[in-house]
Protein backbone atom coordinates (compact mmCIF):
# COMPACT_ATOMS: atom_id res chain seq x y z
CA UNK A 1 0.00 0.00 0.00
CA UNK A 2 2.84 2.67 0.92
CA UNK A 3 4.43 1.97 -2.57
CA UNK A 4 1.39 2.49 -4.24
CA UNK A 5 1.01 5.69 -2.62
CA UNK A 6 4.78 6.41 -2.98
CA UNK A 7 3.92 5.65 -7.07
CA UNK A 8 1.20 7.69 -7.27
CA UNK A 9 2.10 10.57 -5.23
CA UNK A 10 5.71 10.28 -4.59
CA UNK A 11 7.56 10.23 -2.29
CA UNK A 12 7.65 13.78 -0.38
CA UNK A 13 3.57 14.03 -1.04
CA UNK A 14 3.59 10.25 0.45
CA UNK A 15 5.34 11.34 3.21
CA UNK A 16 2.47 13.58 4.85
CA UNK A 17 0.00 11.68 3.48
CA UNK A 18 0.58 8.16 4.91
CA UNK A 19 0.58 9.41 8.49
CA UNK A 20 -1.98 12.27 8.36
CA UNK A 21 -4.95 8.76 7.08
CA UNK A 22 -3.30 6.48 9.78
CA UNK A 23 -4.50 9.59 11.93
CA UNK A 24 -7.64 9.69 10.92
CA UNK A 25 -8.39 6.26 10.49
CA UNK A 26 -7.60 6.18 13.84
CA UNK A 27 -10.00 8.64 14.90
CA UNK A 28 -12.57 7.74 12.90
CA UNK A 29 -12.36 4.40 14.40
CA UNK A 30 -12.00 5.40 17.92
CA UNK A 31 -15.03 7.54 17.43
CA UNK A 32 -17.52 5.03 16.08
CA UNK A 33 -16.40 2.57 19.23
CA UNK A 34 -17.28 5.19 21.87
CA UNK A 35 -20.74 6.12 19.75
CA UNK A 36 -21.47 2.06 19.76
CA UNK A 37 -20.34 2.18 23.40
CA UNK A 38 -22.41 4.85 24.02
CA UNK A 39 -25.64 3.46 22.19
CA UNK A 40 -25.64 0.17 23.99
CA UNK A 41 -25.64 2.10 27.31
CA UNK A 42 -28.58 4.00 26.33
CA UNK A 43 -30.56 0.42 25.59
CA UNK A 44 -29.66 -0.62 29.08
CA UNK A 45 -32.61 0.80 31.01
CA UNK A 46 -34.67 -0.80 28.23
CA UNK A 47 -33.58 -3.81 28.14
CA UNK A 48 -33.85 -4.81 32.16
CA UNK A 49 -36.41 -5.21 33.25
CA UNK A 50 -37.58 -3.41 36.12
CA UNK A 51 -40.63 -1.78 38.48
CA UNK A 52 -41.49 1.91 38.36
CA UNK A 53 -39.94 2.71 41.69
CA UNK A 54 -36.90 1.64 40.19
CA UNK A 55 -36.71 2.52 36.32
CA UNK A 56 -36.03 6.00 37.59
CA UNK A 57 -32.53 4.28 39.29
CA UNK A 58 -31.65 1.99 36.39
CA UNK A 59 -32.00 5.38 34.10
CA UNK A 60 -30.00 7.65 36.39
CA UNK A 61 -27.03 4.58 36.48
CA UNK A 62 -27.22 3.96 33.08
CA UNK A 63 -26.37 8.20 32.42
CA UNK A 64 -23.55 7.99 34.95
CA UNK A 65 -22.22 5.43 33.31
CA UNK A 66 -22.27 7.27 30.38
CA UNK A 67 -20.42 9.92 31.07
CA UNK A 68 -17.88 8.06 32.72
CA UNK A 69 -17.03 5.94 29.73
CA UNK A 70 -17.36 9.00 27.63
CA UNK A 71 -14.80 10.98 29.26
CA UNK A 72 -12.50 7.99 30.02
CA UNK A 73 -12.56 6.97 25.94
CA UNK A 74 -11.81 10.59 24.70
CA UNK A 75 -8.90 10.72 26.91
CA UNK A 76 -7.43 7.30 25.71
CA UNK A 77 -8.40 8.27 22.07
CA UNK A 78 -6.51 11.61 22.82
CA UNK A 79 -2.99 9.61 24.10
CA UNK A 80 -3.62 7.32 21.51
CA UNK A 81 -3.48 10.02 18.38
CA UNK A 82 -0.50 11.86 20.13
CA UNK A 83 1.55 8.46 20.29
CA UNK A 84 0.97 7.82 17.01
CA UNK A 85 1.55 11.07 15.70
CA UNK A 86 4.83 11.44 17.37
CA UNK A 87 5.46 7.49 15.75
CA UNK A 88 4.18 8.45 12.63
CA UNK A 89 6.39 11.54 12.69
CA UNK A 90 9.64 9.66 13.01
CA UNK A 91 10.25 11.11 16.43
CA UNK A 92 9.73 7.48 18.19
CA UNK A 93 13.54 7.31 18.45
CA UNK A 94 13.42 10.19 20.71
CA UNK A 95 10.57 9.32 23.15
CA UNK A 96 12.78 6.92 25.28
CA UNK A 97 14.83 10.06 27.03
CA UNK A 98 11.67 11.71 26.83
CA UNK A 99 9.93 9.57 28.76
CA UNK A 100 12.81 8.88 31.36
CA UNK A 101 12.89 12.96 32.10
CA UNK A 102 8.55 12.90 32.03
CA UNK A 103 9.07 10.01 34.68
CA UNK A 104 11.24 12.26 37.07
CA UNK A 105 9.01 15.46 36.20
CA UNK A 106 5.72 13.20 37.07
CA UNK A 107 7.39 12.34 40.49
CA UNK A 108 7.77 15.70 41.55
CA UNK A 109 4.25 16.81 40.16
CA UNK A 110 2.58 13.63 41.76
CA UNK A 111 3.47 15.32 45.39
CA UNK A 112 1.61 18.60 44.15
CA UNK A 113 -1.14 16.59 42.41
CA UNK A 114 -2.63 14.62 45.37
CA UNK A 115 -6.01 16.20 45.86
CA UNK A 116 -5.92 15.64 42.11
CA UNK A 117 -5.59 12.10 42.03
CA UNK A 118 -7.67 11.89 45.27
CA UNK A 119 -10.70 13.24 42.91
CA UNK A 120 -10.21 10.78 40.52
CA UNK A 121 -9.84 7.72 42.81
CA UNK A 122 -12.98 9.35 44.82
CA UNK A 123 -15.24 9.58 41.55
CA UNK A 124 -14.25 6.27 40.52
CA UNK A 125 -15.68 4.61 43.42
CA UNK A 126 -18.44 6.37 43.13
CA UNK A 127 -19.55 5.17 39.81
CA UNK A 128 -17.96 1.58 40.58
CA UNK A 129 -20.23 1.88 43.95
CA UNK A 130 -23.23 3.12 42.58
CA UNK A 131 -23.15 5.77 45.66
CA UNK A 132 -25.70 8.28 43.18
CA UNK A 133 -26.33 9.23 39.53
CA UNK A 134 -27.09 11.88 37.58
CA UNK A 135 -30.50 13.26 38.10
CA UNK A 136 -30.56 11.83 41.36
CA UNK A 137 -31.81 14.59 44.24
CA UNK A 138 -28.52 14.47 46.52
CA UNK A 139 -27.18 16.52 49.69
CA UNK A 140 -23.56 16.73 49.80
CA UNK A 141 -22.81 18.59 53.01
CA UNK A 142 -24.59 21.40 53.39
CA UNK A 143 -25.42 21.49 49.36
CA UNK A 144 -28.75 20.30 48.02
CA UNK A 145 -29.73 19.82 44.53
CA UNK A 146 -29.94 17.64 41.51
CA UNK A 147 -26.74 15.84 40.07
CA UNK A 148 -26.50 17.64 36.78
CA UNK A 149 -22.85 16.01 35.76
CA UNK A 150 -20.50 13.96 36.99
CA UNK A 151 -17.06 12.54 35.82
CA UNK A 152 -13.69 11.47 37.54
CA UNK A 153 -12.63 14.78 39.20
CA UNK A 154 -15.80 16.57 40.00
CA UNK A 155 -19.43 16.39 40.71
CA UNK A 156 -21.88 19.23 39.44
CA UNK A 157 -25.13 20.00 41.42
CA UNK A 158 -27.46 22.42 40.02
CA UNK A 159 -29.78 23.81 43.28
CA UNK A 160 -33.27 24.51 43.60
CA UNK A 161 -32.86 28.11 42.24
CA UNK A 162 -31.09 26.83 39.08
CA UNK A 163 -27.26 27.94 40.52
CA UNK A 164 -24.80 25.51 39.69
CA UNK A 165 -22.03 23.64 42.57
CA UNK A 166 -18.94 22.17 41.63
CA UNK A 167 -17.58 19.71 44.49
CA UNK A 168 -14.43 17.53 43.62
CA UNK A 169 -15.03 14.05 44.16
CA UNK A 170 -12.25 13.79 46.81
CA UNK A 171 -13.85 16.41 48.79
CA UNK A 172 -17.07 14.48 49.54
CA UNK A 173 -17.56 12.82 53.28
CA UNK A 174 -21.09 12.52 53.30
CA UNK A 175 -23.68 12.02 50.87
CA UNK A 176 -27.41 11.84 51.34
CA UNK A 177 -29.58 10.63 48.47
CA UNK A 178 -32.96 12.32 48.52
CA UNK A 179 -34.54 10.40 44.94
CA UNK A 180 -33.53 6.25 45.81
CA UNK A 181 -36.50 4.32 44.96
CA UNK A 182 -39.42 5.90 47.03
CA UNK A 183 -39.32 8.96 49.45
CA UNK A 184 -41.34 9.14 52.52
CA UNK A 185 -44.46 12.51 52.54
CA UNK A 186 -45.85 13.13 55.69
CA UNK A 187 -48.71 15.64 56.39
CA UNK A 188 -49.22 16.76 59.92
CA UNK A 189 -53.13 18.03 60.87
CA UNK A 190 -53.70 19.85 63.58
CA UNK A 191 -57.76 19.91 64.78
CA UNK A 192 -59.26 21.50 67.66
CA UNK A 193 -59.26 19.80 70.81
CA UNK A 194 -63.11 20.21 70.86
CA UNK A 195 -63.51 17.61 67.85
CA UNK A 196 -64.27 13.74 68.70
CA UNK A 197 -61.20 11.86 67.54
CA UNK A 198 -63.12 8.89 66.64
CA UNK A 199 -64.70 10.86 63.53
CA UNK A 200 -61.73 13.06 62.72
CA UNK A 201 -59.95 9.45 62.48
CA UNK A 202 -63.14 8.29 60.41
CA UNK A 203 -62.88 11.29 58.29
CA UNK A 204 -59.19 10.83 57.42
CA UNK A 205 -59.60 7.08 56.44
CA UNK A 206 -61.59 7.88 53.84
CA UNK A 207 -59.55 10.65 52.41
CA UNK A 208 -56.59 8.16 52.42
CA UNK A 209 -58.81 5.57 50.17
CA UNK A 210 -60.09 8.37 47.84
CA UNK A 211 -56.35 9.44 47.81
CA UNK A 212 -54.88 5.97 47.21
CA UNK A 213 -57.02 5.40 44.12
CA UNK A 214 -56.59 9.01 42.44
CA UNK A 215 -52.44 8.44 42.83
CA UNK A 216 -52.38 5.25 42.13
CA UNK A 217 -49.55 5.64 39.76
CA UNK A 218 -47.18 7.86 42.23
CA UNK A 219 -47.06 5.94 45.61
CA UNK A 220 -45.85 2.49 46.34
CA UNK A 221 -47.58 1.98 49.32
CA UNK A 222 -51.44 2.35 50.67
CA UNK A 223 -51.38 5.86 52.96
CA UNK A 224 -51.67 5.07 56.70
CA UNK A 225 -52.62 7.14 59.53
CA UNK A 226 -49.61 7.03 61.73
CA UNK A 227 -51.31 8.36 64.93
CA UNK A 228 -51.34 11.22 67.30
CA UNK A 229 -47.95 13.05 66.98
CA UNK A 230 -48.36 16.31 69.61
CA UNK A 231 -51.42 17.45 71.96
CA UNK A 232 -51.29 21.02 73.16
CA UNK A 233 -53.75 23.29 75.08
CA UNK A 234 -54.84 24.05 71.27
CA UNK A 235 -54.67 21.02 69.24
CA UNK A 236 -54.24 17.59 68.45
CA UNK A 237 -51.91 16.92 65.75
CA UNK A 238 -52.23 13.94 63.83
CA UNK A 239 -49.57 12.16 61.26
CA UNK A 240 -50.42 10.58 58.04
CA UNK A 241 -47.76 9.23 56.18
CA UNK A 242 -46.82 7.29 52.48
CA UNK A 243 -44.74 6.27 50.44
CA UNK A 244 -43.89 7.96 46.70
CA UNK A 245 -41.96 7.76 43.84
CA UNK A 246 -38.78 9.96 44.67
CA UNK A 247 -40.02 13.22 42.13
CA UNK A 248 -43.70 12.97 43.33
CA UNK A 249 -43.80 13.43 46.94
CA UNK A 250 -44.58 17.04 46.59
CA UNK A 251 -47.45 16.60 44.38
CA UNK A 252 -48.85 13.71 46.88
CA UNK A 253 -48.91 16.09 49.74
CA UNK A 254 -50.11 19.14 47.45
CA UNK A 255 -53.59 16.56 46.57
CA UNK A 256 -53.56 15.03 50.43
CA UNK A 257 -54.01 18.35 51.97
CA UNK A 258 -56.31 19.51 49.39
CA UNK A 259 -58.88 16.78 49.94
CA UNK A 260 -58.22 17.09 53.93
CA UNK A 261 -59.54 20.57 53.79
CA UNK A 262 -61.98 19.80 51.24
CA UNK A 263 -63.64 16.95 53.63
CA UNK A 264 -63.14 18.48 57.32
CA UNK A 265 -65.05 21.04 55.47
CA UNK A 266 -68.10 19.46 54.24
CA UNK A 267 -68.10 17.08 57.59
CA UNK A 268 -67.94 20.72 59.93
CA UNK A 269 -64.45 19.44 61.50
CA UNK A 270 -62.29 22.38 62.91
CA UNK A 271 -59.03 23.26 62.87
CA UNK A 272 -56.57 24.46 65.71
CA UNK A 273 -56.66 27.91 66.00
CA UNK A 274 -53.21 29.91 67.24
CA UNK A 275 -52.93 30.66 70.07
CA UNK A 276 -52.82 34.78 70.75
CA UNK A 277 -50.80 36.24 73.41
CA UNK A 278 -52.10 39.58 74.28
CA UNK A 279 -50.20 42.35 75.11
Not at 23 to 36: K, M, Q, S
Not at 112 to 126: H, M
Not at 232 to 246: E, K, M, Q, S
Amino acid sequence: MREFWESFLGSRLSAFIIPALHVVTVLVIGLLILRAIDGALKRIAKIVPTDAAHSARIDHRTETLRQFVRSLGKAILGVGIALMIVYELGFAGALTPLLASAGIAGLAIGFGAQTLVKDVISGFFVLLEGQYGVGESVRIGTLEGVVDSMNLRVTVLRGGNGEIHVIPNGSIQTVSVLSRDWRQALVDVEVSTKEELGRVMGVLARVNDTLAKSVSKWIVDKPSIVGIEKMTGTGITIRLAVRTLPDKQAQVMHEWRMRIKENFDREGIQLAESLRVLS
